[in-house]
């Protein structure tokens, strides 16, 4: 269409029609019916393209892969999520009210389309942890998409010795040969999954593994972190009770009781374990030289645990190093003929624990961290920046408290009995505080659970001599038996 001989109003008209806006009034409305009249008819209106969400699965084989990823687990209620989350719109309400570390990686798996199920993907996890608890090396493992393809047997048959190991024949693919690609051509699963996961979770490394892999069974040992301030705490005396776990010992006086589980083994390993200083490489707020700020952890590796294992160990440790349990308390709860029964204790606090590594038989596992043999370290960077910003935020809201506790220390308040000329005398409650912590020491028991928690008791109550649980056998048959008692009555209704 030619417009170099239409007028200015002409041209108007004719972008209005384009554009579908309402033409003026009077003389323009006259200049937009013969632009109208000369020109031909408005372009019809694009329809908006809507997304469907037919993705075929079917057309992509899967390949078993083994994935290593960190989380900080302040903001989820625990590891495991609540049942099947992409199937169930009860789960997802669940999930949604409660949420859960698995819960949100299944959420960014099924949206990268690397899942197309939450059940149908063989999966399987290393270390279960509750709320609260993070992990540095948590590893699950299970089938997702590849960009391998489907071979008939011919094909398969003719490929190189060399890459025989990667033709497959497993039942997720319904037996059918798949010719898989090498790490560096296989999809950028670190960055697919890391771009819709939450900054507090990140996927670190993930591993080709065999089709009877279990993240669970394959798992040679676990290694836990609790980090603690050493303030008020003797190092020695602790160091003396943890050595005392170190071999092969019942652990039911240690443990958390799920009587539904009906487990009658409590013995477990600890292959090593020490209480040494947090490296200085880790970059602390206040002064981590002086003897208050000094930060500890405990190091434990063993080969599995029970529930809430660890927290109970570390209870009994910070008892140990107040001086208020002597270090063969280790030695007669583990004797479950002398403590038959759990005494009543509180367990430590979740929030300084970690699962911090989980290891494999090298013939099982071998980690990717980066794609292309390192010549593209992109992963690497993009990991480093996430976890370094929120290593940033928790560091600034940890000043920010530090300030705030800091403005309370200095505040001026009237000290008990002085006085002086024109009212009683004034001292910073940094002073007065450290007299009332004073007072309190003779009267009050204070028992230190981690992360600043801490409960007191006008007397404490040896653990030998407290109130003890019934022994496990009588505990598991006592449900056993209530369990088959509620099966009888509904039987009758």
């Known amino acids: 269409m030619e417009y170099e001989h239409w007028t200015k109003d002409e041209l108007i008209a004719r972008l209005r029609a384009l554009e579908g806006t309402p033409a003026a009034t009077g003389e ?48 989820y209620y625990g590891l495991a999520r609540q049942g099947n989350v992409l199937g169930s719109a009860e789960k997802r309400e669940q999930e949604a009210q409660y949420p859960t570390v698995e819960g949100e990686l299944f959420k960014a798996l099924a949206q990268c389309k690397l899942i197309a199920s939450d059940t149908d993907c063989d999966y399987t996890r290393c270390g279960r942890t509750d709320r609260g608890v993070s992990g540095f090396g948590q590893v699950v493992a299970l089938y997702v998409r590849s960009v391998g393809k489907f071979v008939s ?7 190189p010795d060399s890459d025989q190991h990667l ?28 771009k819709l996961l939450p900054p507090e979770i990140r996927i670190l490394a993930w591993s080709p593994v065999k089709a009877d892999f279990s993240a669970r069974f394959s798992c040679t040992s676990r290694f836990y972190r609790y980090f603690f301030s050493g303030d008020g705490l003797d190092i020695g005396l602790m160091r003396q009770a943890a050595a005392k776990f170190l071999g092969t010992h019942d652990f039911r006086n240690f443990c958390r009781l799920d009587p539904a589980k009906q487990i009658k083994n409590f013995e ?35 080969t599995a645990f029970l529930w809430h294992q660890v927290r109970c160990m570390m209870a009994i440790l910070f008892a140990v190093g107040q001086g208020i ?70 560091n600034t809201r940890a000043v920010i408290a530090s300030a ?90």
Request: aromatic content about 8%.
């Open 325 to 394: 349990e002597a270090p063969d308390i280790v030695d007669k709860l583990v004797d479950v003929q002398l403590t038959s029964g759990k005494p009543e204790y509180e367990m430590a606090n979740d929030l300084p624990l970690v699962l911090a590594d989980c290891a494999f038989d090298a013939n099982d596992v071998q980690w990717i961290w980066v794609r292309n043999s390192g010549r593209d370290l992109g992963n690497m960077s993009v990991l480093d920046r996430s976890v370094s910003q929120m290593w940033g935020e928790l």
């Open 153 to 159: 047997e011919e094909e398969a048959s003719n490929v």
């Open 167 to 194: 033709v497959t024949r497993d039942e997720q693919n319904g037996g059918r040969a798949v010719l898989l690609p090498d790490s560096e051509r296989e999809l950028p699963y670190i960055n697919m999954i890391n």
């Open 404 to 493: 705030l506790l800091q403005n309370l220390r200095d505040v001026q308040v009237p000290v008990p009995g002085g006085s002086e000329a024109g009212g009683p005398r004034m001292a910073p409650w940094a002073e007065c505080r450290q007299r009332l912590l004073e007072e309190e020491r003779q009267t009050v028991t204070k028992s230190i659970l981690g992360a600043g928690s801490v409960k007191h008791a006008k007397k404490y109550i040896p653990l030998m001599e407290r109130k003890r649980a019934a022994p496990v056998e009588l505990r598991n048959q006592a449900w056993f038996e209530r369990k088959g008692t509620n099966k009888r009555a509904r039987k009758t209704e």
């Open 268 to 302: 477990r390993t600890v292959l090593d374990i020490a209480i040494n200083p947090v490296p200085s490489r880790v970059s602390l707020v206040g002064d981590s030289a002086g003897v208050e700020g000094r930060w500890w952890q405990l190091e434990l590796r063993g």
């Open 28 to 75: 323009s409305a006259a200049a937009d019916d013969t632009a109208m009249a000369d020109s031909s008819p408005p372009a019809t209106p694009r329809k908006r393209k809507t997304r469907r969400d037919n993705f075929d699965f079917s057309k992509f084989p899967q390949r078993k892969v083994a994935f290593k990823f960190s989380y900080f687990g302040w903001p």
